[in-house]
């Protein structure tokens, strides 16, 4: 039977994102194959400073040098600079002369965790804990019975340093915070789900054993601790004053589901656009443009910082470069272009009225392009011009990559935002790129593979 002229004509005019799967299957094992080696990085990379540490090492093992603004760079070359062990910047030197600009992509890879304090040891009741502040966006009480790991660095007094990891190896202890048993949480349940467990509750169990069996010793078993402490790592706890100690999930990236489409692990905002980021740097070989891979620090504070994109080392960085060149930086900004390399949420059915379908980004539905981020009338957003969605989105299907469009929520629902108005401020075109992400902010997020691979896919090709 001929097709009826309105569904021919609903076939032409209409459009719906389709199921990666559905329309390219091939990819399925792509994608599996990328996402192994994602999460082999996610479980070494569980703080800012281990991803500068891991990306450094790829980068020098693929030809990468320490950037020196006195030096002359031809096409091809490969170039580096890491900003206070807590930010990275690399750049391959493309065909076209830097006045033309530059391709930067930009992510961010410190997430939602609880930080020590700077006095943060006590005991009570014959119990030593870790008192934390936490960073970031999160739900405190998933924060509480479940295994956390210890990540760091603590300065001595002679200057010297040790870093810290450990709660990730099968042999180490993890640490842990406790909340109540339901049958002693009568006056607790009455709290609101925000302050279902309070900051100031968010402690961690370190130890319970004394340091003798002596009854004049003050604070035996927070004394005992700091002995282990300090036969670990030679450190007291006045160093904890010059220290910067993580706490994190002590948990492995794990498929899920029978199919084993999915991938749950910590982290995901925002190293799940870090890693596609920096692999698509390396394999950028001789790029037209040249290319500017930031993987920075402090986004979910606010960018702040010195390490945060709200600083001057990433403009800093376009105008020494474009020096090298005998150009102006003020025209390289004007003429580049910017992916802000971000996650969104992803729709939940078990969650629905916070979303609005028709604008909601879904899984296995490919990258999600934000067009604007921010809260209650697009607040804290740079909002991407017509034109340069219209350049994203060309790029995109010239090169066959699997791309929807996504809000963060319904309106006034929430909100949230990114690196993009910063590099706006820089006079660069930007916008929003990255996957789409269940349960984010929590200990262990949800991503699809299928929507990784084509996030991977969408930086190679802004970078070709």
Request: charged share 25%; glycine share 8%.
């Amino acid at each position: 039977m001929a097709e009826s002229k309105a569904k021919a004509l609903q076939k032409e005019l209409s459009y719906e994102y389709p199921h990666i799967a559905k329309v390219s299957p091939d990819q399925i094992e792509k994608a599996a194959e990328f996402a192994n080696g994602y999460k082999n990085f996610l479980n070494k990379s569980k703080t800012e400073r281990e991803v500068v540490k891991e990306v450094t090492s790829l980068l020098e093992a693929n030809g990468y040098t320490v950037f020196d603004p006195k030096k002359s760079y031809k096409p091809g070359d490969k170039i580096y600079k890491v900003n206070r062990k807590k930010a990275v910047l690399a750049s391959t030197i493309g065909t076209e002369p830097i006045t033309e600009g530059i391709r930067i992509n930009g992510a961010h890879i410190d997430s939602p965790r609880l930080d020590l304090r700077p006095n943060p040891m006590y005991e009570k009741s014959e119990t030593a804990y870790f008192k934390t502040h936490y960073y970031g966006g999160i739900k405190k009480y998933q924060w509480a019975t479940m295994p956390l790991s210890m990540h760091g660095v603590i300065f001595k007094k002679d200057g010297s340093f040790v870093e810290i990891n450990v709660g990730e190896n099968e042999e180490d202890p993890v640490f842990y915070i406790s909340d109540l048993l339901p049958h002693l949480s009568k006056k607790q349940d009455k709290r609101t789900l925000e302050e279902g467990i309070k900051g100031e509750e968010l402690n961690i169990f370190l130890g319970t054993l004394p340091f003798d069996n002596s009854d004049d010793i003050k604070d035996s078993v927070k004394l005992k601790t700091l002995e282990i402490l300090n036969q670990m790592y030679g450190i007291t706890e006045r160093d904890f004053a010059r220290a910067e100690i993580e706490f994190v999930p002590a948990t492995k990236a794990r498929d899920v589901g029978f199919d084993r489409s999915l991938l749950a692990g910590y982290g995901h905002d925002d190293r799940v656009c870090a890693y596609p980021a920096i692999i698509a740097e390396v394999e950028a070989k001789s790029p037209k443009y040249t290319t500017l891979t930031i993987l920075a620090d402090k986004e979910e504070i606010g960018s702040v910082g010195n390490t945060g994109l709200h600083s001057h080392f990433v403009y800093d960085y376009i105008e020494y470069l474009s020096q090298c060149f005998g150009a102006d930086v003020k025209e390289v900004c004007e003429k580049s272009a910017c992916l802000s390399s971000d996650v969104n949420a992803a729709f939940d059915p078990t969650f629905p009225d916070v979303y609005e379908p028709n604008n909601s980004a879904y899984l296995n539905k490919g990258c999600v392009l934000t067009k604007y981020t921010g809260a209650r009338g697009k607040s804290g957003s740079s909002d991407a011009s017509a034109e340069f969605m219209n350049k994203v989105i060309y790029i995109m299907d010239e090169h066959n990559v699997h791309w929807q469009t996504g809000e963060l929520g319904a309106i006034d629902a929430g909100g949230g935002g990114t690196i993009a108005q910063y590099v706006a401020m820089m006079n660069i075109d930007v916008v929003d790129l990255g996957v789409p992400v269940i349960s984010m902010h929590s200990p262990y997020e949800v991503i699809s593979k299928l929507d990784l691979y084509n996030t991977y896919l969408a930086f190679k090709a802004f970078y070709e």
